[in-house]
């Protein structure tokens, strides 16, 4: 049997149990329970975060506005958008979390701790649906780019909630040896709302149809429509990637079916 194999075989045996230790106890990756992941967010931010069945620690953003859009042809023409609340995901949804609702793991690089990968924009409706029955609620979903930029942003107007390149290493898992992957999930410092990963680790799909840019978007957040919906728009970089595709602005597409190992997501719950 081959390597790629046995790892698989090693997710279908295992992670059924470490599963269990993970949403019981909170991510390992950061060492703590849920309450004290909880604690420690909002008493870092003073935002409120709420939990679900599958560990997930949703941060609640203000409303608020903010210039969206960068210096790239793909990023303009910039503007001001008028963002209404809701919650994010702390982290990009983990290989735990996905296998607890889907059943099944095909990740490049298996850990329960890392963030799913290798999963498309179609998969992932699916998994929302799932997760929205397993929840009891209607309220999950992907988020709007201008959500996701807002988010990312956490209340500041440069190319990096940073400030600067300089020391974006300690908040983002960017240009790995490609035999490394990612990392599990929370393992460098959050933005300053308490998000961790925003660059890195795994471009995020979010869920408009891709545009070539932002003439004629929406002054709001709700998702645009039209566009090319046979790719889906992706955010914040990879593990594999340069510091110049990671940053708050920085814009990319997928063919909704690609399932490329630097793909993954964070979900949105509506108030």
């Given amino acids: 049997m081959s390597e790629q194999n046995n790892e698989r075989s090693w997710a279908v045996i295992v992670l059924p149990v470490l599963l269990v230790v993970a949403v019981a106890g909170g991510l390992a990756a950061l060492g703590m329970n849920q309450n004290q992941q909880r604690a420690a967010v909002v008493e870092e931010t003073g935002l409120e975060v709420r939990g679900n069945q599958l560990g997930m620690q949703l941060v609640k953003v203000p409303a608020g ?96 909630f940073t400030g600067d390149v300089g020391g974006l290493h300690r908040y983002a898992w960017f240009r790995a040896n490609p035999n490394t992957g990612t990392r599990p999930v929370g393992s460098l410092l959050p933005n300053p709302w308490g998000l961790y990963d925003v660059y890195g680790n795994v471009w995020e799909w979010v869920q408009e149809c891709w545009h070539p840019n932002h003439a004629g978007a929406p002054i709001n957040s709700r998702v645009r429509s039209g566009g090319d919906c046979a790719r889906r728009t992706v955010r914040g970089g990879g593990w594999n990637n340069q510091t110049d595709m990671l940053g708050s602005a920085v814009r990319g597409s997928y063919q909704a079916d690609s399932n490329d190992y630097n793909l993954g997501f964070r979900v949105v719950l509506n108030p």
Wanted: cysteine-free.
């Fill in 65 to 160: 506005k903010f210039v969206m859009g960068g210096t790239q042809p793909e990023q303009q023409p910039q503007r001001e958008v008028e963002v209404a609340t809701f919650y994010i995901s702390a982290h990009e949804v983990t290989q735990a979390q996905w296998y607890a609702v889907m059943g099944y793991n095909h990740s490049e690089k298996i850990d329960p701790r890392r963030p799913v990968e290798q999963v498309s924009w179609l998969e992932v409706q699916a998994f929302l649906e799932q997760l929205n029955r397993l929840e009891n609620t209607n309220k999950y979903r992907l988020p709007s780019e201008a959500e996701w930029e807002y988010a990312a942003r956490a209340g500041t107007d440069g190319d990096y």
